[in-house]
């Protein structure tokens, strides 16, 4: 299909490389929640699944790949946090379907990496739901040079996408194939017990009809299960985190005070799922052990 028929045909097409997207998901337009998320929240996410790795693994150059990237500005910012906790960074490929999303991300990276950092970040047009081989297209490697190759893989608000299509299990395939043996992904998504979330709340507002594949959300354990049944040894796999993207400053703040009290009163209603997954190896016993 072209990609003025995929733009009539798919809402979610439209929507990721409209104007609008590229100030939602760039860092320059961000809002205070994201921007706290990911110096706090989301850091401590990665940083404590970097401790997955094996010891030998964590002292070598990494190769990261996000996957869904959006405009980058994840991935830009993990790549500043590690140079700072002393990580030796290879390279760090993003990536997205949204050839808009893509072309902003390049511009971030200029903007926010200096010029040692920003030679070592990539960013192509791919598919979360045919991700190995639109990568090997959109890097022009072989598949045998990809196959194993990335320590670290994330996912931000974008695995929901493959559940939606009933493409989930060919996502975690495609990331456990891009994994080296030990290797560790991280999926953070929309938590469906979450109670208040601002779209649903204003189409009902609104009295908008939406389609059920366009606002779908799995459960914890329906995101967990592909990795599972792929051959991850699952290594976290729980509810987290209070704090919209979209928040002002003002309820970022209060959020982050109120969040100790809610994870100990409603911790499953809380905004995101979070699950942590390794490729097995059998040189890993040093490494921190799954739970």
């Not at 809002?31 to 002292?59: D, I, T, W």
């Not at 670290?152 to 456990?176: E, M, S, W």
């Not at 982050?256 to 209603?269: M, Q």
Request: with cysteine; net charge positive; charged share 20%.
């Amino acid at each position: 299909m072209d990609t003025n028929s995929r733009t009539e045909a798919d809402p979610f097409f439209r929507e990721y490389t409209s104007p609008e997207a590229i100030a939602k998901y760039t860092r320059a337009t961000a809002g205070a929640g994201v921007n706290s998320l990911l110096e706090r929240e989301y850091k401590e996410v990665y940083l404590g699944a970097l401790q997955f790795l094996p010891s030998e693994m964590r002292c070598q150059p990494l190769r990261i790949l996000e996957f869904g990237c959006g405009g980058g500005m994840n991935l830009l910012h993990l790549v500043s946090v590690l140079g700072r906790h002393g990580f030796n960074i290879q390279s760090a490929v993003g990536t997205d379907f949204s050839p808009v999303l893509i072309e902003a991300a390049n511009k971030e990276a200029q903007s926010y990496l200096s010029p040692q950092q920003r030679s070592q970040v990539q960013f192509c047009v791919a598919r979360n739901e045919s991700l190995f081989q639109d990568l090997s297209a959109g890097l022009g490697q072989d598949y045998s040079r990809l196959e194993n190759s990335f320590q670290f893989i994330i996912g931000v608000n974008t695995i929901r996408y493959c559940h939606r299509a009933g493409k989930q299990l060919d996502c975690a395939r495609d990331i456990f194939r891009l994994l080296t043996p030990g290797g560790v992904c991280v999926v953070i998504d929309m938590n469906d017990r979450f109670p208040a979330f601002r779209s649903k709340l204003r189409n009902k507002l609104h009295g908008r009809k939406v389609r059920k594949e366009e606002c779908y959300l799995p459960s914890l354990e329906e995101y967990t299960a592909p990795f599972q049944q792929t051959g991850f040894e699952v290594c976290r796999s729980e509810q987290f985190c209070w704090i919209p993207h979209s928040a002002g400053r003002f309820l970022t703040g209060l959020l982050r005070c109120l969040s100790p009290g809610l994870n100990v009163i409603a911790r499953s209603r809380a905004m995101r799922s979070l699950v942590v997954g390794k490729k097995p190896s059998p040189s890993d016993s040093s490494a921190a052990h799954c739970r």
